[in-house]
Structure formats: C-alpha cells, structure tokens
Nanobody
Framework: QVQLVESGGGLVQAGGSLRLSCAAS????????MGWFRQAPGKEREFVAA????????NYAESVKGRFTISRDNAKNTVYLQMNSLKPEDTAVYVC????????????WGQGTQVTVSS
C-alpha cells in the first residue's frame, strides 16, 4: 500500500523559509519521478515542482522558479521541497505526488500540509 506523508508546513512571514518533507512507503522514490503540487482556497490544484528518478533535470512552475528547490534522499525514501523567499500568494495546501509506474500519470497523493505566509 502506497503512502505519502507530508510534514513541515506552518505559518511564516513573507520572505521566510520552510522545508517540506514527503515520507514515502510502499514505493521507492529513487525509481520514480516525484512531485509537489499545491491548492489554494477556491483555486485548482497546480503543479509546483518535480524531480526525475535519475539525473538532476528538475522542473518548476514559473511562479516558484529560483525560490523553491525539490530534492530527494534515497536512503530515507523522502522527497523535500525547500521554499525560500515565501510570498503570501504561496499560501496553500502542499501535496506530494507519485506516478503510476506503468503510465507515468500522477496517481498517488498525500494528505497535504498547510503553508500560510503572512504579509
């Protein structure tokens, strides 16, 4: 059974930093492309960042490029999202995602962790 458990969210002032963690079980993050998404109140879920299973070709939403960094610790089977220079518009529930190994489509989702950035 696949489980993705996020942690590290909280309340931070604009300009501050947070590091989110996504601990995975039932799958091996080193063999899969992993991603982060977010959903703000009243808005659609949107892509934030992804990291390939091999290599360093990460990709980011334009809105977070240069401020957020996705990384992976294979030994801990955990994916991270380092968020710097946070803005009020980054306020959202952040959700970790993993794909279906056969199709590559995002299939597994965590419960999410709330990030609130005050101005």
């Amino acid at each position: 059974q696949v489980q993705l458990v996020e942690s590290g969210g909280g309340l931070v002032q604009a300009g501050g930093s947070l590091r989110l963690s996504c601990a995975a079980s039932g799958l091996t993050v080193s063999t899969l492309r992993m991603g982060w998404f977010r959903q703000a109140p009243g808005k659609e879920r949107e892509f934030v960042a992804a990291i390939p299973w091999r290599g360093f070709n990460t990709n980011y939403a334009e809105s977070v490029k240069g401020r957020f960094t996705i990384s992976r610790d294979n030994a801990k089977n955990t994916v991270y999202l380092q968020m710097n220079s946070l803005k009020p518009e980054d306020t959202a529930v952040y959700v970790c995602a993993a794909p279906d190994p056969l199709t590559g489509a995002w299939r597994y989702w965590g419960q999410g962790t709330q990030v609130t950035v005050s101005s």
